[in-house]
């Protein structure tokens, strides 16, 4: 896979959409836009980030989820259907992520999208997806917490949520374990290397 990676100390969370506009990764073969095997990567830099607004929603387990639950923690959410064919190619991939940094106290959330249930649990079996994902019913308050910054028709998306509740990056289009990993790694490390401030 290749992935072009721009928006590195982009000015706000907004301007990233211009470029992006309501497109969906899913079958899009247009010039700098997504497709089955390239995302396009955006990275917010830490004085503009925006935080994401809480939500709830069910589980596919049928358990309640709330994000402000994981306050505190990186999250990675991931917009995906079972109908998707780039969702197939990158589910390996989330899941080995998921996997390697678990321990690290990262927390992934699938944010499942005009699907069903029954289809949506098949596809978890399939790919040995471990983490939980939000069901397509409950899914429209998660993609709302985003705002702008998550054009709705974009599948697959994930957006990487930093430890004080703020985007820190948007990848539209399926995403290689290597560049997903980097992505956390280094917002990960912004805990610690005094870059990350609580948002005002």
Do not use: H
Not at 113 to 125: I, K, L, S, T, Y
Not at 167 to 191: F, H, K, M, W
Request: with cysteine; proline share 4%; glycine share 10%.
């Amino acid at each position: 896979m290749t992935f072009s990676v721009s928006g590195r100390g982009i000015n706000a969370v907004g301007t990233i959409l211009v470029a992006v506009g309501a497109l969906s990764a899913c079958g899009v073969n247009t010039g700098g836009s997504p497709t089955a095997t390239r995302g396009v990567v955006d990275e917010v830099a830490v004085d503009d980030r925006i935080s994401v607004e809480p939500f709830t929603g069910t589980l596919l387990d049928g358990k309640r989820f709330d994000s402000r639950d994981l306050a505190g923690k990186v999250v990675v959410y991931n917009v995906w259907g079972s109908w998707c064919a780039p969702c197939r190619s990158e589910a390996a991939n989330l899941e080995q992520v998921s996997q390697e940094t678990k321990e690290l106290g990262v927390q992934f959330v699938g944010v499942n999208v005009r699907d069903n249930d029954a289809a949506a649990r098949a596809f978890e079996d399939r790919y040995g997806i471990a983490y939980s994902s939000i069901s397509t019913d409950t899914s429209g308050k998660a993609l709302l917490a985003f705002g702008p910054a998550l054009p709705p028709s974009a599948v697959p998306s994930t957006m990487i949520v930093d430890a004080e509740g703020r985007l820190a990056v948007r990848i539209i289009g399926p995403v290689d374990a290597t560049t997903l990993g980097t992505l956390i790694s280094d917002t990960l490390a912004e805990a610690t290397d005094g870059t990350a401030e609580p948002a005002r």
